[in-house]
């Protein structure tokens, strides 16, 4: 009579079906993986367009409401006043002279200024609503609203 003694290894078939289940389980951590490191700059975008959008808005908001010197600006460096700069389209963030700020030249800002009257009706005062629009290749729109008025 002969005596059967209990194997300690695995099946073929037990391995790869052990193949297929850590197979899958890898390739969903490593989706989730590449999802997250593919979007991990997104943030730092997103941050550094607001804070182009708030310098420009804040450079806009401290010039004079009506124009103090004419119409007479050449450039952006001449800008003395907030309706001169309705219609700046810089393709990339420039300092208050136009130069280019190093780094950051993937965003495009657009500026547009619009004569608006706030207030109840009857005592409405004049002001200018300023929207600054900072887009990125990697992000959609981003849109800061100030209002200057004449005070």
């Given at each position: 009579m002969r005596v059967w003694r209990s194997s300690a290894g695995?099946?073929?078939v037990e391995l790869i079906v052990a193949m297929v289940i850590i197979s899958i389980a890898l390739l969903g951590v490593l989706a989730v993986m590449h999802f997250t490191t593919s979007r991990s700059a997104d943030p730092m975008i997103q941050h550094q367009a607001l804070a182009i959008a708030e310098a420009y808005l804040e450079e806009i908001l401290l010039?004079?409401?009506d124009d103090p010197?004419?119409?007479?600006e050449?450039?952006?460096?001449?800008?003395?006043?907030?309706n001169d700069y309705h219609g700046l389209d810089d393709g990339g963030a420039r300092?208050?002279?136009?130069?280019?700020?190093v780094g950051l030249t993937d965003y495009?800002?657009?500026v547009s200024v619009a004569n608006e009257n706030l207030g109840p009706s009857g005592s409405e005062v004049p002001a200018r609503k300023i929207r600054v629009?900072?887009?990125?290749?990697?992000?959609?729109?981003?849109?800061?609203?100030?209002?200057?008025?004449?005070?």
């Open positions: 695995v099946t073929l010039q004079s409401f010197g004419g119409a007479t050449a450039g952006r460096a001449d800008f003395d006043d907030v300092d208050r002279q136009g130069v280019a700020l495009r800002v657009r629009r900072v887009s990125h290749s990697a992000m959609g729109d981003l849109t800061l609203v100030g209002y200057r008025t004449a005070y």
